[in-house]
């Protein structure tokens, strides 16, 4: 059995648990070690977003941030925390970040600026978002259906695929998680993405990044 995990969200975001429930459930799950990595999405149009009556009605709306000041902030204080009750178990405990890529212009710079503070251990990459051309204007995949041509919805798609791309080939992410997280949109099918997927793996190989494989 797999004796650890890294993609792990406590209460922090949406997940259920405490880091101390997180934590002590690795412990007498026998892990090795466990990596924390509760969700860091950022984009300053969040509240804007076609889909933000979706995403507060059925997600953890505090998960949803437009400032990465603020944010530094709070993470930096759950990173201590995280490491405070880490010290009381005999368990390697990291502490991490999950990314959604944001492709507006000005975020890559504001990210890395807060990577460079917020000394965090690791950070993974997976999108949960879909964007407009310019990527000021996100939806959740299931919305664009409501929206959109079929045409149109295709173009999203291959947009999103381009994206978690370009975030791989930053070098600033240690593994992908659920690249076939556009499952939920209604659009989406396999074979004819399927390319999109393979030109996503070939970055990956080449950048060395592993991919998380999801078993949902």
């Known amino acids: 059995m797999q004796d650890y995990t890294y993609h792990c969200h406590t209460n922090f975001s949406d997940g259920k648990s405490s880091v101390k429930e997180m934590i002590e459930k690795a412990v007498n799950l026998g892990f090795k070690e466990i990596g924390i990595s509760d969700h860091l999405a950022i984009h300053k149009n969040?509240?804007?977003?076609?889909?933000?009556?979706?995403?507060?009605?059925?997600?953890?709306?505090?998960?949803?941030?437009?400032?990465?000041?603020?944010?530094?902030?709070?993470?930096?204080?759950?990173?201590?925390?995280?490491?405070?009750?880490?010290?009381?178990?005999p368990i390697k405990v990291y502490v991490g970040a999950e990314v959604d890529y944001m492709p507006y212009a000005g975020w890559l710079d504001e990210f890395i600026n807060f990577k460079e503070k917020a000394g965090l251990d690791y950070y993974l990459t997976g999108n949960h978002y879909v964007f407009n051309s310019n990527g000021e204007t996100l939806f959740h995949p299931r919305d664009i259906p409501l929206l959109f041509s079929r045409k149109e919805q295709e173009e999203i798609i291959h947009n999103h695929f381009n994206t978690l791309i370009s975030a791989v080939k930053t070098g600033l992410f240690d593994f992908l998680g659920h690249l076939d997280f556009m499952r939920k949109a209604e659009v989406y099918n396999l074979e004819y993405f399927f390319a999109d997927i393979e030109e996503l793996l070939k970055t990956l190989a080449e950048q060395n990044i592993p991919a998380e494989i999801n078993t949902k």
């Open 46 to 89: 969040f509240l804007e977003s076609p889909s933000w009556p979706r995403f507060s009605e059925y997600y953890a709306p505090h998960i949803y941030r437009t400032d990465f000041v603020s944010t530094l902030n709070e993470f930096q204080r759950h990173a201590d925390n995280i490491r405070l009750v880490a010290d009381n178990y």
